[in-house]
């Protein structure tokens, strides 16, 4: 499943394409993803984008009359084509642009979304969601205090998105491991040193993987079709029984919270 830096990846590779041009019309092959494509995307003429933004996983595309909420599901991806070309089995949406491309949506397991909205303030999909990890208010103290008491075992409480968004399966594991944390302990076991470290490492983590295009592991390309390079830096993600690069010591895996869950049973306490 595309995380934050896939996302953000595609943010940043369709904005020149859209942001200041005009939506001439959108071309919807199958409306039926996880929920039914809005009747005002489908219906949607000669639309300014006014700016192309992120919020969590869903993709924002402003417009004068509200927004195009877009969610990438687990497999959908966004492509920049500068030319029309025939569409195949699972391209399902298009945005035909005033500078001659076309935005096409691929998606084959059609678990992503297309949804309208013309009040973000209002939007059920993001009402819920808490901080951007990458922004200030998600800081060590901050996380420190929500940590208090808390029972849950830490990595999957840095996924849940009431938390902070963004954190998936894969940079929750790698963060955990550079901040030499255990996935496998209590939330409320972290120092407010371990806060502080652990919120630096996640924001180091994130912005390593968009400056790399995001992480490849089954589905995910960027916009231009090129692969995200960062697989290539995993410490522990997807390393089992593999050598540490620090210590040499096999990588585990356990399963939390019905997820796989990599760490180092020696760089990580």
Known sequence: MPELPEVETSRRGIEPWVAGHTILRTV???????????????????????????????????????????????????????QPQPPEKHDHVDLIMSNGCIIRYTDPRRFGAWLWSDDLATSKVLLQLGPEPLSDEFNGQWLFEKSRKKHQLIKPWLMDNKLVVGVGNIYASESLF???????????????????????????????SIEQGGTTLRDFLQSDGKPGYFVQELQVYGRAGENCRVCGTPIQNIKLGQRSSFFCPVCQH
């Open 28 to 82: 919807v092959r199958n409306g039926r993803l996880r929920w039914p494509v809005a009747d005002e995307i489908v219906d949607l003429r000669d639309q300014l984008v006014l700016s192309v933004q992120r919020r969590a996983k869903y993709l924002l595309l402003e417009l004068a009359t509200g927004w195009i909420i877009i969610h990438l599901g687990m497999s959908g991806r966004l492509r920049v084509l500068p």
């Open 178 to 208: 550079v901040a030499g944390i255990l996935p496998d302990r209590a939330a409320g076991s972290l120092s407010a040193t371990e806060a502080d470290l652990l919120v630096a490492t996640i924001k180091a983590v994130l912005l390593r």
